[in-house]
Protein backbone atom coordinates (compact mmCIF):
# COMPACT_ATOMS: atom_id res chain seq x y z
CA UNK A 1 0.00 0.00 0.00
CA UNK A 2 1.23 3.47 -1.08
CA UNK A 3 -0.22 6.52 0.90
CA UNK A 4 0.73 9.82 -1.02
CA UNK A 5 0.02 13.42 0.75
CA UNK A 6 -0.41 16.37 -1.09
CA UNK A 7 1.17 19.86 0.12
CA UNK A 8 2.05 23.46 -1.23
CA UNK A 9 -1.64 24.63 -2.39
CA UNK A 10 -3.22 27.64 -1.67
CA UNK A 11 -4.15 31.40 -2.74
CA UNK A 12 -2.17 33.08 -5.01
CA UNK A 13 -2.38 36.07 -7.29
CA UNK A 14 -2.36 35.80 -11.29
CA UNK A 15 1.45 35.85 -12.17
CA UNK A 16 2.15 34.21 -9.33
CA UNK A 17 4.12 30.80 -8.05
CA UNK A 18 3.29 27.85 -5.78
CA UNK A 19 5.25 24.30 -5.25
CA UNK A 20 3.32 21.75 -4.88
CA UNK A 21 4.90 18.73 -2.77
CA UNK A 22 3.30 15.18 -2.67
CA UNK A 23 5.10 12.81 0.09
CA UNK A 24 4.65 9.36 -0.23
CA UNK A 25 5.13 6.34 2.08
CA UNK A 26 6.78 2.75 0.99
CA UNK A 27 10.30 1.61 0.50
CA UNK A 28 10.25 1.37 -3.18
CA UNK A 29 8.95 5.08 -4.17
CA UNK A 30 12.05 5.42 -6.58
CA UNK A 31 10.02 2.45 -8.58
CA UNK A 32 7.46 4.54 -9.33
CA UNK A 33 5.95 6.47 -12.34
CA UNK A 34 4.71 9.97 -10.29
CA UNK A 35 2.01 12.08 -11.71
CA UNK A 36 -0.02 15.15 -11.07
CA UNK A 37 -3.30 16.23 -12.31
CA UNK A 38 -5.61 18.30 -11.69
CA UNK A 39 -9.56 19.21 -11.25
CA UNK A 40 -11.54 21.89 -12.05
CA UNK A 41 -15.36 22.18 -10.04
CA UNK A 42 -18.02 20.96 -12.99
CA UNK A 43 -15.01 19.49 -15.10
CA UNK A 44 -13.38 16.08 -15.27
CA UNK A 45 -9.41 14.95 -14.11
CA UNK A 46 -6.94 16.38 -16.27
CA UNK A 47 -3.34 15.69 -16.34
CA UNK A 48 -0.98 18.26 -15.60
CA UNK A 49 2.54 16.38 -15.28
CA UNK A 50 3.94 13.29 -14.88
CA UNK A 51 7.83 11.90 -14.07
CA UNK A 52 9.51 8.40 -14.58
CA UNK A 53 10.82 6.46 -11.72
CA UNK A 54 14.55 7.89 -12.68
CA UNK A 55 13.49 11.37 -13.65
CA UNK A 56 14.65 10.20 -17.01
CA UNK A 57 11.06 11.31 -18.95
CA UNK A 58 9.15 13.94 -18.11
CA UNK A 59 5.51 14.70 -19.64
CA UNK A 60 3.33 17.72 -19.55
CA UNK A 61 0.16 19.21 -20.60
CA UNK A 62 0.54 21.43 -23.70
CA UNK A 63 -1.35 24.13 -21.09
CA UNK A 64 1.05 24.43 -18.69
CA UNK A 65 4.04 23.47 -20.61
CA UNK A 66 7.20 26.01 -19.77
CA UNK A 67 5.41 27.33 -17.17
CA UNK A 68 5.12 24.27 -14.61
CA UNK A 69 8.20 21.96 -13.78
CA UNK A 70 7.79 18.39 -12.32
CA UNK A 71 10.68 16.48 -10.52
CA UNK A 72 11.09 14.48 -7.75
CA UNK A 73 13.86 13.26 -5.08
CA UNK A 74 13.78 9.76 -4.64
CA UNK A 75 15.80 10.09 -1.51
CA UNK A 76 13.28 11.95 0.29
CA UNK A 77 10.39 10.13 -1.31
CA UNK A 78 8.72 13.11 -2.47
CA UNK A 79 7.44 14.46 -6.03
CA UNK A 80 7.38 18.32 -6.59
CA UNK A 81 5.18 20.48 -8.72
CA UNK A 82 6.63 24.02 -9.69
CA UNK A 83 4.28 26.16 -11.18
CA UNK A 84 5.13 29.40 -12.10
CA UNK A 85 2.83 32.55 -13.81
CA UNK A 86 0.00 31.14 -12.73
CA UNK A 87 -3.00 32.12 -14.33
CA UNK A 88 -6.86 32.25 -12.99
CA UNK A 89 -8.13 28.91 -15.06
CA UNK A 90 -4.70 26.82 -12.84
CA UNK A 91 -7.21 27.02 -10.19
CA UNK A 92 -8.03 23.52 -9.53
CA UNK A 93 -7.92 20.57 -6.97
CA UNK A 94 -4.76 19.21 -7.60
CA UNK A 95 -3.84 16.02 -6.87
CA UNK A 96 -0.38 13.57 -7.07
CA UNK A 97 -0.43 9.76 -8.37
CA UNK A 98 1.47 7.26 -8.11
CA UNK A 99 2.42 3.75 -10.64
CA UNK A 100 4.70 1.14 -9.92
CA UNK A 101 6.45 0.96 -13.33
CA UNK A 102 9.79 1.52 -14.89
CA UNK A 103 8.26 2.05 -18.08
CA UNK A 104 7.80 5.91 -18.62
CA UNK A 105 4.83 7.59 -16.94
CA UNK A 106 1.34 7.59 -17.87
CA UNK A 107 -0.65 11.00 -18.85
CA UNK A 108 -4.29 9.58 -17.83
CA UNK A 109 -6.12 8.97 -14.62
CA UNK A 110 -6.42 5.45 -15.31
CA UNK A 111 -2.92 4.66 -15.93
CA UNK A 112 -2.30 5.37 -11.62
CA UNK A 113 -3.19 2.65 -8.96
CA UNK A 114 -2.75 5.22 -6.00
CA UNK A 115 -3.82 8.77 -5.68
CA UNK A 116 -3.39 11.58 -2.77
CA UNK A 117 -6.28 13.54 -1.60
CA UNK A 118 -5.79 16.78 -3.57
CA UNK A 119 -4.84 20.05 -2.67
CA UNK A 120 -6.89 23.69 -3.69
CA UNK A 121 -5.01 25.99 -5.55
CA UNK A 122 -6.81 28.97 -6.41
CA UNK A 123 -5.65 31.63 -8.62
CA UNK A 124 -7.00 35.37 -8.17
CA UNK A 125 -7.40 37.61 -11.32
Known amino acids: QVTLVESGGGLVQAGGSLRLSCATSGRTFSSYAMGWFRQAPGKEREFVAA????????YYADSVKGRFTISRDNGKNTVYLQMNSLKPEDTAVYYC??????????????????WGQGTQVTVSS
Open 97 to 114: AAEPTRRGAGTRPINYTY
Open 51 to 58: ISWSAGST
